[in-house]
């Protein structure tokens, strides 16, 4: 089997929901090493287990939509799920992921050890647990097939600049992710009109993530996480910004000054991150860790504005990618084992 390079994305935090409930415990069962320590530090915290989290026999919104358990969760699926890829099949070229999934990424590249890269996004979670500031809302400027509706988006961000308090928190692919106190959120949801039957849509227990409005809860993860944890990244890895932080040339004192500073009060570009991660590695396939699919869409919609091997719409990616897949799913168990091997 021909080898193919990989760019590895790691999700956020709407990753582990009701169908994601089990996921350590169905996938990997064999990493209980690391799971240990893991749980350990959630116990030493004063918080439950990862594992007992995950073996619950009930999903509740209000105990897994929480920062400081679902943040953990993902984090564990994610990283087990990282250890699991196939490196016989695949020669990962670079890792970037979704707002929290950066924290991720840093632990994934190397910048932080296992250990250490837990205690950064359960510490900047319960943070925002604890705080709370604002909330966010999910709104698209593409239609149901992916294609771009003209002037939604410039629409969108005239709003933003009109309404006081309301702030652009993440490009995801056909979509913004709006940050705001609730005023904000709610003379912003008068103007939005209704569409595809679910936007605008509140994102439950999610705070103003990616917006000066965590100025604090920055200022706490910088006290709260010292710089020593970090290190120079072992793979390449592609931040908010679409910058790429190199091995060998990266300071690990400006890689913390960024994820504890810019990248908690500045938006997030995941979309500029992907334009990035295929036009300077050309990878042949993107595999996304799971827990979770829904980082899967604006993926997708990430490489149609790349025009990526030609897509163009909804339409078009999904017969692409059952011909010869460029997107690959670890939290959908058909695609999952293309990236396992097993």
Known sequence: MTRQTALVVA????????????????????????????????????????????GAD?????????????????HACAVADFAAIDRERFDIVAVTGNSMGWYIALACGGALDPADGFQVVNTMGTLMQAALIGGQMLYPFVDEDWREIPGRRGEIMDLIARIEGLYLSIELGGMLVLAGEEPALAEAEKHLPQAQGRFPMRLANHAAFHSPLQAPVSDQGRAAL?????????????????????????????????????????????????????????????????????????????????????????????????????????????????????
């Not at 009930?58 to 993902?74: K, Q």
């Not at 710089?227 to 910004?241: E, H, N, Q, V, W």
């Not at 992907?274 to 993926?299: Q, S, W």
């Open 11 to 54: 999700p956020g935090r709407g990753t582990y929901n009701k169908e994601e409930l089990g996921y350590l415990h169905r996938h990997h069962a064999g990493q209980g090493a690391l799971l240990a320590k893991f749980d350990a530090l959630r116990l030493a915290a004063g918080q439950p287990s990862i594992t007992t989290l995950d």
């Open 58 to 74: 009930r999903y509740t919104v209000s105990c897994y939509s929480r920062g400081d358990n679902a943040s953990a969760l993902i």
């Open 226 to 342: 010292p710089a020593s944890l970090f290190a120079g990244p072992k793979i390449p890895l592609i931040d908010g910004r679409g910058h790429i932080w190199w091995p060998h040339t990266t300071d690990p004192a400006a890689l913390w000054t960024y994820t504890l500073g810019h990248q908690v009060v500045m938006p997030y570009d995941f979309t500029g991150a992907m334009r990035t991660g295929l036009r300077e590695f050309a990878p042949d396939v993107v595999i996304i860790l799971g827990p979770g699919r829904t980082l899967g869409g604006a993926v997708a919609q990430s490489l149609i504005a790349c025009d990526w091997q030609g897509s163009t719409s909804r339409a078009d990616f999904q017969t692409r990618n059952l011909d010869a897949p460029l997107v690959l799913l670890m939290g959908l168990d058909a695609q999952r084992s293309c990236a396992t091997g097993n």
